[in-house]
T-cell receptor, first 117, second 116 residues
């Protein structure tokens, strides 16, 4: 079964508008971390934002915020005031477990975001 | 602070040839990861090192792939012999913690491998 599901293969958004990229996850571990990465056409994976399973508040980093709904097991990324440079692939990822060096980062299939001028 | 460095950026080889990729992690980062990203998919972990020891290589095709991290800093990933299905981007990442949910991984630019 998929541990990370991103149901939107592609999304369009008008410049300066907000957009939400969906991510749902599956885990039975009470301790986990959720990450969002941006991958532009250059190929580098750029870390955007992190949400811990025990965090009481939704994470925010500049124009990025995470809509974390633990009961629904969703961690949607919200990008406010979209810019042309936001056009890229976006990956949701999860890391399970406490201080265990063997736990891997599992990625979803990604969403391609295209910002229209 | 310098990021994760990888070389080469691009490599084209014929099937059955061998190839090697190099990674230099962020200074001070003890944990190093190699991922394979096939076109249109998310990255898949191949191997994870903690200092110079292997923590997880369960998804590494050990009949043809090998990796080492001598002295706990730089790492090399080798494929011998390469197959057509090995065409992918190979991403190296490093992190400063010893695992756990808050362990953020920082990625290099990747090596795009094409096997003909």
């Amino acid at each position: 079964a998929q541990k990370i599901t991103q149901t939107q293969p592609g999304m369009f958004v008008q410049e300066k508008e907000a957009v939400t990229l969906d991510c749902t996850y599956d885990t039975s571990d009470p301790s986990y971390g959720l990450f969002w990465y941006k991958q532009p056409s250059s190929g580098e994976m750029i870390f955007l934002i992190y949400q811990g399973s025990y965090d009481q508040q939704n994470a925010t980093e500049g124009r990025y915020s995470l809509n974390f709904q633990k009961a629904r097991k969703s961690a949607n990324l919200v990008i406010s005031a979209s810019q042309l440079g936001d056009s890229a692939m976006y990956f949701c990822a999860m890391r399970e477990g406490l201080e265990n060096a063997g736990n891997m980062l599992t990625f979803g299939g990604g969403t391609r975001l295209m910002v229209k001028p | 602070e310098a990021g994760v460095a990888q070389s080469p950026r691009y490599k084209i080889i014929e099937k059955r040839q061998s190839v090697a990729f190099w990674c230099n992690p962020i200074s001070g980062h003890a944990t190093l990861y190699w991922y394979q990203q096939i076109l249109g998919q998310g990255p898949k972990l191949l191997i994870q090192f903690q200092n110079n020891g292997v923590v997880d290589d369960s998804q590494l095709p050990k009949d043809r792939f090998s990796a080492e991290r001598l002295k706990g800093v730089d790492s090399t990933l080798k494929i011998q012999p390469a197959k057509l299905e090995d065409s992918a981007v190979y991403l190296c990442a490093s992190s400063g913690l010893a695992g756990g949910p808050r362990d953020t991984q920082y990625f290099g630019p990747g090596t795009r491998l094409t096997v003909l």
